[in-house]
């Protein structure tokens, strides 16, 4: 099942399904569609078809391992070993990401902080100090860093996402309100919080709900 495809809404709902996993690992060994579909904001036949991509795991009657259900989806995510994290721009948004406790436990590492700022350069900020954004090509190879986060102002997100490839990384998330290019064999997220509000916002002018990927 490892090289089969797996559709992208699909992908998007995984890490949703493997944080329902983890808030109900305490309390039963074993978690029904419905309820997994409860906790993850979706209905039971949308979760068994995301898993039936998986492989068939579930048991009629009991429903789904969660530990095992928890490796299965961390395995095809990549996140069964840990992957290693660069921030650059250690603005607000940066520090509050580097300071994040919740990456650990997914499976992420935050290696290193970048800032063309010499009056940040030098901080500490969560488990790693600030380093020059020039130094950036030689440190981004010499930690092997898997996922590059992009928060610096839009002026530089292209030349700083032009860096990480050139560092080796082989996944961006861009948090910088602008698009960036990469190379194809580059995976690119872009979130724009600016964007993400107005979206809200048209939702709550025009009273409709917004339908959740892939329905």
Not at 122 to 132: A, D, K, Q
Request: proline share 5%; with cysteine; charged share 15%.
């Amino acid at each position: 099942m490892i090289g089969h495809r797996i559709p992208e809404a699909t992908v998007n709902r995984l890490p949703v399904y493997l944080r329902a996993l983890a808030e109900a690992s305490s309390s039963s060994p074993t978690i029904s569609s419905e309820l997994l579909a409860e906790k993850a904001g979706v209905n039971a036949a949308q979760v068994r078809k995301d898993l039936s991509h998986l492989g068939s795991y579930g048991t009629r009657g009991v429903g789904y391992e969660v530990g095992y259900l928890m490796h299965q989806i961390s395995r095809r995510l990549g996140v069964d070993n840990e992957l290693r994290v660069a921030i650059v721009g250690a603005g607000n948004l940066g520090q509050a990401l580097a300071t994040y406790g919740g990456f650990a436990s997914r499976g992420f590492q935050v290696v290193a902080t970048f800032d063309s700022d010499p009056g940040k350069v030098g901080h500490r900020v969560g488990t790693t100090s600030v380093r020059p954004a020039s130094t950036m090509p030689d440190v981004l190879l010499e930690l092997k860093v898997d996922i590059g986060v992009v928060t610096t102002p839009a002026s530089a997100a292209q030349s700083t996402a032009d860096v990480l490839v050139a560092g080796g990384v082989s996944c961006i998330l861009n948090f910088a309100p602008t698009t960036v290019v990469v190379p194809e064999y580059v995976a690119l997220r872009q979130v724009d919080l600016g964007v993400e509000l107005q979206i809200l916002s048209f939702y709550r002018q025009s009273e409709v709900a917004p339908v959740a990927a892939g329905e």
